[in-house]
């Protein structure tokens, strides 16, 4: 192996390391930043916009982390042994796996707020709850074509959901320093 290789690897491995460690602290404080960070409504209206807001924007996020490092790169074949680039697509979406079920269930939260979005998304929520270790399997390459399947049924279930209560759902890519929640 040449020293430039090494030292590509070396560095990589160093990102690698870099973004679990983020990740396992995002994901601990995740939730109370975001609880920390919601606006107070005080009138139930308030509150039925609000939840709809929310609800679009949490939604949103987890369907573009979904995409972007988890669906695309798992159809190119990146997650497949000894391919280009694997390990940085496995951490990658192994942290996008993670944010998508925090938001997610965010959104889910947030659908309370609003009798339409609460009865479309009901059946939805055991769904999501089931991707609650998608994240590590993906991190770690276990992560099957059942696995990725039932992820995007999840968000298109979401999405139509959201749809069906006037809150369409558009997929928005976070950047990578918002999946490790820097």
């Known amino acids: 192996m040449s020293v430039a290789a090494q030292q590509e690897a070396?560095?990589?491995?160093?990102t690698v390391q870099a973004l679990t460690a983020q990740a396992a602290v995002w994901q601990e404080t995740a939730d109370e930043a975001a609880a920390a960070a919601t606006p107070a409504p005080t009138t139930s209206a308030e509150k039925q916009k609000f939840a709809k807001t929310r609800f679009v924007?949490?939604?949103?996020?987890?369907?573009?982390?979904?995409y972007q490092w988890i669906i695309?790169?798992?159809?190119?074949?990146?997650?497949?042994?000894?391919?280009?680039?694997?390990?940085?697509?496995?951490?990658?979406?192994g942290l996008a796996g993670a944010f998508?079920?925090?938001?997610?269930?965010?959104?889910?939260?947030?659908?309370?707020?609003?009798?339409l979005?609460?009865?479309a998304l009901a059946p939805l929520t055991a769904s999501i709850e089931s991707l609650k270790g998608l994240g590590s399997?993906?991190?770690?390459?276990?992560?099957?074509?059942?696995?990725?399947?039932?992820?995007?049924?999840?968000?298109?279930?979401?999405k139509g959901a959201g749809a069906g209560a006037g809150a369409p759902v558009t997929d928005k890519v976070p950047s990578l320093s918002q999946l490790s929640g820097g």
């Open 10 to 14: 070396a560095a990589e491995a160093l």
């Open 57 to 66: 924007a949490n939604a949103g996020l987890a369907a573009g982390a979904t």
């Open 72 to 93: 695309k790169p798992y159809r190119a074949g990146k997650f497949k042994k000894g391919a280009s680039g694997r390990t940085f697509a496995l951490i990658k979406a």
């Open 100 to 115: 998508a079920y925090n938001r997610l269930k965010a959104a889910a939260d947030n659908a309370k707020g609003d009798p």
């Open 117 to 119: 979005l609460s009865k």
């Open 137 to 158: 399997k993906l991190r770690k390459g276990d992560a099957s074509d059942a696995d990725v399947t039932s992820l995007q049924n999840v968000i298109n279930g979401v």
